[in-house]
């Protein structure tokens, strides 16, 4: 069965240091790989996929993230933390072409300190 | 940006009632979607629509909930006897394309009692 793991429930980080949450993920498929952020009373925003192609894959507010089918892992970096980053970051994976459903990570809250 | 507007952002029903969540997709988006996250877990799927018709749901859309897309623009969800264990925040996303990345509307908090 599809499954995505985000085993850290909080991450801190300093603001204008590298951060990185982390995403595993298990489908039997390819894996097509979405990260979302959630900033208070808002919806689930769009960050960046991974379909196919590069590894390392770029997205909104200087995000990016980095496929690695060996670790089946999707991590999500940035190099300098903004404290507007602080929010609570989901992980998704939709396991092959002949689904719609994504399947979400628990969710990691990042803090941002000044 | 466009939005996806989901109303109303919370309703109190009580057990046994009906309830319709409504939905507003971005207006050239193909694919529209409900997930639902109860208090402390996961985001769940619930249903995908295409085409006027429904193209995937989960197990927990039994036959006790359905969707509609009454007039090309709004999106439903409709709950008919609610029971205490749907109590959860509901989202509702649309998107271009089956590849896109879904844009979620900001949800409605479900409390049933």
């Known amino acids: 069965a599809q499954s995505v793991a985000q085993p850290e429930d909080q991450v801190n980080v300093a603001e204008g240091n590298p951060l990185t949450v982390k995403c595993t993920y298990s489908?039997?498929?390819?894996?097509?790989l979405f990260w979302y952020v959630q900033y208070p009373n808002r919806g689930l925003q769009f960050l960046l996929k991974y379909i196919t192609g590069d590894n390392l894959v770029k997205g909104s507010y200087g995000f990016e993230a980095e496929f690695n089918k060996s670790q089946t892992s999707f991590h999500l970096k940035k190099p300098s933390a903004l404290v507007s980053d602080s929010a609570l970051y989901f992980c998704a994976v939709r396991e092959s072409y002949n689904t719609d459903k994504l399947i979400f990570g628990t969710g990691t809250r990042l803090q941002v300190f000044p | 940006e466009p939005e996806v507007t989901q109303t109303p952002s919370h309703q109190v029903t009580q057990m046994g009632q009906e309830v319709i969540l409504r939905c507003v997709p971005i207006s050239n988006h193909l694919y529209f979607y409900w997930y639902r996250q109860i208090l402390g877990q996961k985001v769940e799927f619930l249903v995908s629509f295409y085409n006027n018709e429904i193209s995937e749901k989960s197990e927990i859309f039994d036959d006790q909930f359905s969707v509609e897309r009454p007039d090309g623009s709004n999106f439903t969800l409709k709950i008919r006897s609610t029971k205490l264990e749907d109590s959860a925040m509901y989202f509702c996303?649309?998107?271009?394309?089956?590849?896109?990345?879904?844009?979620f509307g900001s949800g409605t908090r479900l409390t049933v009692v």
């Open positions: 996303a649309s998107s271009q394309g089956s590849l896109s990345g879904y844009t």
């Open positions: 489908v039997s498929g390819n894996p097509y």
